[in-house]
């Protein structure tokens, strides 16, 4: 699948649109410039989830802004670099406009991927392992199509403007707070575990901590975190060998 020079890039968790325009800004050029690095050697993109704060599709109306990051993604897709998107929790109602407009291969749940030699399990990972019951119950609402004909109705300033206070209301990242790893309480570690004892993968790739980790699980499988684009600027890639956690300048 993979040529030596050509490398296969994840990231994850932009949370473009937060904290505020000027904020994300900044932080959109910094992925744009990421972007435009790696595009040389990139053989195929996948981000991660959350790469916005908050999306909706609209069936003819797109939300402002994001013109930069979504002329760079048109770039790709228009050179023949696939770009792989998964879902979030806090941008699962990316429909099918990105898919339509820019070429995207849209996933909502974690799929298995080869790489080569290497069997990787990916996903946001929002909503896996035990616990969470909370979010559990949130998801199945907001994954309700009842639900989003609803909202989709609302007028999309009034709309946008609720979503964006809930979005921010639950994230601590932006008050900069940097979560901590917990190792073996970790619920993707605990859900890594327990599909290793059907099959064996030797990455599972998430992002959703906001973590930037490769944790060891046992001598030939680790759980890479993607970290995040507010705190750690960090990615994986694939080089045609074996999976690195990286961190852009
Ligand atoms: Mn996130």
């Given at each position: 699948?993979?040529?030596?020079?050509?490398?296969?890039?994840?990231?994850?968790?932009?949370?473009?649109?937060?904290?505020?325009?000027?904020?994300?800004?900044?932080?959109?050029?910094?992925?744009?410039?990421?972007?435009?690095?790696?595009?040389?050697?990139c053989?195929?993109?996948?981000?991660?989830?959350?790469?916005f704060?908050?999306?909706?599709?609209?069936?003819?109306?797109?939300?402002?802004?994001?013109?930069?990051?979504?002329?760079?993604?048109?770039?790709?897709?228009?050179?023949?670099?696939?770009?792989?998107?998964?879902?979030?929790?806090?941008d699962?109602?990316?429909?099918?406009?990105?898919?339509?407009?820019?070429?995207?291969?849209?996933?909502?749940?974690?799929?298995?991927l080869?790489?080569?030699?290497?069997?990787?399990?990916?996903?946001?990972?929002?909503?896996?392992?035990?616990?969470?019951?909370?979010?559990?119950?949130?998801?199945?609402?907001?994954?309700?199509?009842?639900?989003?004909?609803?909202?989709?109705?609302?007028?999309?300033?009034?709309?946008?403007?609720?979503?964006?206070?809930?979005?921010?209301?639950?994230?601590?990242?932006?008050?900069?707070?940097v979560?901590?790893?917990?190792?073996?309480?970790?619920?993707?570690?605990?859900?890594?575990?327990?599909?290793?004892?059907?099959?064996?993968?030797?990455?599972?790739?998430?992002?959703?901590?906001?973590?930037?980790?490769?944790?060891?699980?046992?001598?030939?499988?680790?759980?890479?975190?993607?970290?995040?684009?507010?705190?750690?600027?960090?990615?994986?890639?694939?080089?045609?060998?074996?999976?690195?956690?990286?961190?852009?300048?």
């Open positions: 699948m993979s040529s030596p020079s050509k490398h296969i890039y994840f990231a994850s968790d932009f949370h473009l649109g937060a904290p505020d325009h000027s904020a994300s800004l900044i932080r959109e050029r910094k992925v744009v410039a990421w972007l435009k690095s790696i595009k040389p050697q053989e195929a993109l996948y981000l991660m989830g959350d790469v704060d908050f999306w909706f599709d609209y069936k003819t109306v797109v939300p402002t802004g994001y013109t930069r990051l979504l002329g760079q993604l048109a770039d790709f897709s228009d050179e023949g670099i696939p770009v792989f998107y998964f879902t979030g929790n806090h699962m109602w990316v429909f099918d406009y990105f898919e339509k407009e820019l070429g995207f291969k849209i996933f909502r749940k974690p799929i298995e080869q790489l080569g030699q290497l069997n990787c399990l990916i996903g946001h990972g929002d909503g896996l392992g035990p616990g969470d019951k909370n979010y559990k119950r949130l998801k199945k609402v907001f994954q309700n199509k009842i639900c989003q004909f609803l909202f989709r109705w609302i007028h999309p300033d009034i709309g946008i403007r609720i979503a964006r206070t809930w979005s921010m209301h639950g994230n601590r990242q932006y008050l900069g707070h979560e901590r790893f917990l190792g073996e309480n970790e619920w993707l570690v605990q859900y890594a575990r327990q599909k290793l004892r059907e099959k064996h993968y030797d990455y599972f790739i998430f992002g959703h901590r906001h973590i930037p980790i490769n944790y060891p699980l046992n001598n030939k499988s680790n759980y890479i975190n993607l970290g995040d684009w507010i705190n750690h600027f960090t990615y994986a890639k694939y080089n045609g060998e074996t999976i690195e956690l990286l961190q852009y300048e």
